[in-house]
């Protein structure tokens, strides 16, 4: 079965330093999510993308933050100078469509340490 | 915000009982959809229930969906050890994202 990959599965910087975390979308779907959980704290969205833009972006998802579809697989989310109040789970997300019927399916989670 | 909010906090039953968790959302939305996530790992999708559908079943889980009382409740009959995990609701309305509750913690004794 198809399904959301993310690289690493566990990223420790230290405070300042730009990070990358990685996704793999499944590959017939249009839409792509990041989301993060604070450790014991709810899932939060940052940022939908669809046709290479951001179609919808949160408070938290600030000029520190960007994402990118380099090629015809990967979806990525930097994090230009991080902080320590970034650390979380980074979930990635994709589904074929938007709207009443579309699921979003989640990766495994990129668990972001930052010292 | 639609924020939808589970109930409850955390459940505690024995393998081979129902587990019942409950969800309640501010406003109105387009479906209603419940993930698991075990301890700290990714979050998998398990059933998605459109604003017009009032019942769901999936395999050994029962979604329900109230729009009257903005709520939903999941069911997971003859709950097995491997079902320990927390479990959230995420609602959409219109094209807006996912907007997550904060979870229940079943722990299933075997």
């Not at chain 1, 930097?78 to 320590?84: D, E, F, G, N, W």
């Not at chain 2, 097995?80 to 079943?106: E, H, I, M, Q, W």
């Given at each position: ?82 902080k320590l109040e970034d650390s979380a789970m980074y979930f990635?997300?994709s589904s074929e469509g938007r709207g009443v019927t579309y ?13 | ?94 094209n807006t994202p996912l907007v997550f509750g904060k979870g ?7």
């Amino acid at each position: 079965e198809p399904e959301v990959t993310q690289t690493p599965s566990h990223q420790v910087t230290q405070m300042g330093q730009e990070v990358i975390l990685r996704c793999v979308p499944i590959s017939n779907h249009l839409y792509f999510y990041w989301y993060r959980q604070i450790l014991g704290q709810k899932v939060e969205f940052l940022v939908s993308f669809y046709n290479n833009e951001i179609s919808e972006k949160s408070e938290i998802f600030d000029d520190q933050f960007s994402v990118e579809r380099p090629d015809g697989s990967n979806f990525t989310l930097k994090i230009r100078s991080t902080k320590l109040e970034d650390s979380a789970m980074y979930f990635c997300a994709s589904s074929e469509g938007r709207g009443v019927t579309y699921e979003q399916y989640f990766g495994p989670g990129t668990r972001l340490t930052v010292t | 915000s639609q924020q939808g909010e589970e109930d409850p906090q955390a459940l505690s039953i024995q393998e081979g009982e129902n587990a019942t968790m409950n969800c309640s959302y501010k406003t109105s939305i387009n479906n209603l959809q419940w993930y698991r996530q075990n301890s700290g790992r990714g979050l998998v999708h398990l059933i998605l229930i459109r604003s017009n559908e009032r019942e769901k079943h999936s395999g050994r889980l029962r979604v329900t969906l109230d729009t009257s009382k903005k709520s939903s409740s999941l069911l997971i009959t003859a709950s097995r050890a491997a079902d320990t995990a927390s479990y959230f609701c995420a609602t959409v309305a219109g094209n807006t994202p996912l907007v997550f509750g904060k979870g229940t913690r079943l722990s299933v004794i075997a």
